[in-house]
């Protein structure tokens, strides 16, 4: 079965796409990783996004115009890698979070906006989207639901291993054997991109290849004060997103030092602050190994920060276990895909916090009739992915 998976991460700078033949093959799932790409935002629908994301107010046109726009763009994503890769069976579209409710260390509601018909149309195919809220209704996160991939990837390695993924939140997977849990650290690249964006630092609105924060002195009052964040103490299984990771809250804690940070001195320390947070969590799992997807595994600020507060630990790219770092998400929503299509739940309790695995997603069908493949009754025991 050829799936399409799509996503636009808490970055917010575009849609990464990445197609994947499956083929079962008694208790392993094949998956041969066939074309990937990333298509930017325009830079109009971009700046729109981020100014209607919380804790700015948005409108209800607002929010009705940009799934609009948003479902478009991930339409047109959709046709250019069907042209490219050829025709596929399904389509499987995160679309772009916008609000992801949480109270009381409680998942009550989520919001991704793109909306799915617009894919359909525009390419004949079924598209499985919302795939998140069915976890929550059950008790979960709807996060990090990566961890699905992650367990079928990892679970043979000796001792145990943990998957990072430095998007714009940095969450783990920690697997041994049959043993897994996952949450979200805390911020990635969302601090760094906010002020990078703000400040007008880099017109890509990121800091590429750790140029920025290597040109800084990391401001230890400045980091104490965000390393003093509540979340951080919280138990797993929890989740964020920049409702509190935002601008404001790096302005917020600005005003606590008292003192300017120059722009360089800051986003050192915000890269200081992903460094510091992961790292500790890193330990307090206890695994040999930390396998990183995701754009913060390209900023070598970042990395190399990691092995030295890791010494004890094998920190390599995802992309030695067939998943591209770049592409591990959009591959992940692809095999999520798969499992709906097959009757079989994309969620693993330790994952995310819910009482059950639950089978995910809406369906909106394509141009001919729903035709789904025969039910499997047991979700496959591992996942090997090639090109």
């Known amino acids: 079965m050829k799936v399409l998976g799509m996503i636009s991460g808490t970055s917010h700078d575009g849609i ?16 041969r990783v066939g074309h990937t790409a990333s298509t930017p935002y325009p830079d109009e629908l971009r700046a729109r996004l981020i100014a209607a994301l919380p804790p700015a107010p948005a409108t209800l046109a607002e929010v009705c115009e940009l799934d609009t726009l948003i479902g478009q763009s991930f339409a ?15 389509i ?3 679309g772009q979070t916008v609000y992801h409710w949480v109270e009381g260390a409680h998942a009550l509601g989520t919001l991704q906006i793109g909306q799915p018909a617009w894919i359909a149309e525009r390419t004949g195919a079924p598209v499985l ?11 979960g996160h709807g996060a990090p639901l990566v961890s699905v991939l ?8 000796a001792g145990g291993a943990a998957a990072l993924n430095l998007g714009g939140i940095a969450n783990m997977t920690v697997v041994r054997g049959d043993e897994l849990y996952a949450y979200d650290i805390g911020p990635a690249n969302a601090l760094i991109d906010a002020v990078v964006t703000s400040r007008a630092l880099d017109p890509r609105g990121f800091d590429g290849g750790g140029r920025i ?22 138990p797993a299984p929890k989740s964020t997103g920049k409702e509190l990771f935002h601008l404001g809250y790096v302005e917020a804690a600005q005003a606590k030092v008292g003192t300017p940070v120059g722009d360089a001195d800051l986003v050192a320390t915000l890269t200081e602050l992903t460094v510091r947070t992961v790292a500790r969590d890193v330990r307090a799992a206890g695994t040999g190994a930390l396998v990183v997807s995701g754009g913060g595994c390209r900023n070598p600020v970042i990395m190399d920060g990691l092995r030295a507060a890791l010494p004890e630990v094998e920190v390599a790219p995802s992309d030695e276990l067939g998943a591209p770092a770049d592409d591990k998400e959009a591959i992940a929503f692809a095999l999520i895909g798969w499992l709906t299509a097959h009757g079989l739940p994309g969620t693993v309790p330790g994952g995310t916090g819910a009482a059950g695995s639950r089978i995910l997603g809406t369906l909106t069908p394509g141009a001919g009739p729903l035709v ?16």
């Open 16 to 31: 990464d796409v990445a197609v994947v033949d499956f083929e079962l093959v008694g208790s392993v799932l094949e998956g």
């Open 76 to 90: 047109g994503a959709a046709a250019a890698a069907i042209a490219a890769g050829g025709p596929v069976d399904l």
């Open 92 to 94: 499987v579209s995160h």
């Open 129 to 139: 989207s919302d795939v998140r809220i069915r976890d929550i209704t059950a008790g």
């Open 150 to 157: 992650d367990g079928l990837l990892l679970g043979g390695r």
């Open 213 to 234: 924060a290597a040109a800084g002195r990391v401001h230890e009052r400045l980091l104490e004060v965000l390393l003093d964040e509540p979340y951080y103490g919280l």
């Open 372 to 387: 789904l493949p025969s039910p499997v009754a047991e979700r496959p025991r591992s996942l090997v992915l090639g090109r």
